[in-house]
């Protein structure tokens, strides 16, 4: 396992708020990536960065910035949370872009109400 | 259509038969393809890469390829209850000229004693 934790792992917070998750990692891997996961829909690209200060968006990036001004640390921030964002939120990291091996955090379950 | 589908299932299979999980993928171009297992509640985990057409045996798990046919399996030998998972395919689909790695739903397993 790569060591990657999340936090928080729960959250909840009401529409209209300001929201940040972060990604840590302790394996010095180039590639992260924030997923959202919701029934039906599978695991979605939101961001991903390939490298410090390097980001770029995914698939479903509306709503959603990001940062990573270290190696180790990736931070998701919802800017002004709506109840669609509800969902569980992975981080994952990998050593190599793309269609690479991408080993998962434990996820944050976000509830905005 | 999606670009990686898979059935949600669930496949229900007794202990000790064999576990078939399928997917296919829409991109002609894909050249690796992954195999997460992911439990209830967990993140995704890592189970089998494949890269070439033909099989990839891991102990109790077969990966196969089809490019032709575009589509990519999993065979589960020897079912336990532990395997009672959710299944993810995941491809590298080209997106807007950037290759991503694409998550199919899932199948859901269910093991019986």
């Known amino acids: 396992d790569a060591g990657i934790t999340q936090s928080p792992r729960h959250k909840v917070t009401e529409t209209g708020t300001p929201v940040t998750l972060r990604c840590h990692q302790t394996e010095n891997h180039r590639y992260m990536y924030w997923y959202r996961q919701d029934p039906g829909h599978g695991l979605r690209l939101i961001h991903y960065?390939?490298?410090?200060?390097?980001?770029d968006k995914g698939e479903v990036s509306d709503g959603y910035s990001v940062s990573r001004s270290k190696t180790e640390d990736f931070l998701l921030t919802l800017e002004s949370a709506t109840s669609s964002q509800t969902s569980v939120y992975f981080c994952?990291?990998?050593?190599?872009?793309?269609?690479?091996?991408?080993?998962f955090g434990p996820g944050t379950r976000l509830t905005v109400l | 259509q999606k670009e990686v589908e898979q059935n949600s299932g669930p496949l229900s299979v007794p202990e000790g038969a064999i576990a078939s999980l399928n997917c296919t993928y829409s991109?002609?171009?894909?050249?690796?393809f992954f195999w997460y297992r992911q439990y209830s509640g967990k993140s995704p985990e890592l189970i089998m890469s494949?890269?070439?057409?033909g099989d990839k045996e891991d102990g109790r798990f077969t990966a196969q390829l089809n490019k032709a046919s575009q589509y990519v399996s999993l065979l589960i030998r020897d079912s336990q209850p532990s395997d009672s998972a959710t299944y993810l395919c995941?491809?590298?689909?080209?997106?807007?000229?950037?290759?991503?790695?694409?998550f199919g739903t899932g199948t859901r397993l269910q093991v019986f004693p």
């Open positions: 494949i890269y070439s057409n």
């Open positions: 960065s390939y490298g410090v200060k390097d980001t």
């Open positions: 995941a491809v590298n689909i080209l997106v807007a000229n950037t290759d991503k790695l694409i």
């Open positions: 991109d002609r171009g894909s050249q690796s």
């Open positions: 994952a990291t990998g050593l190599a872009g793309g269609p690479d091996t991408q080993y």
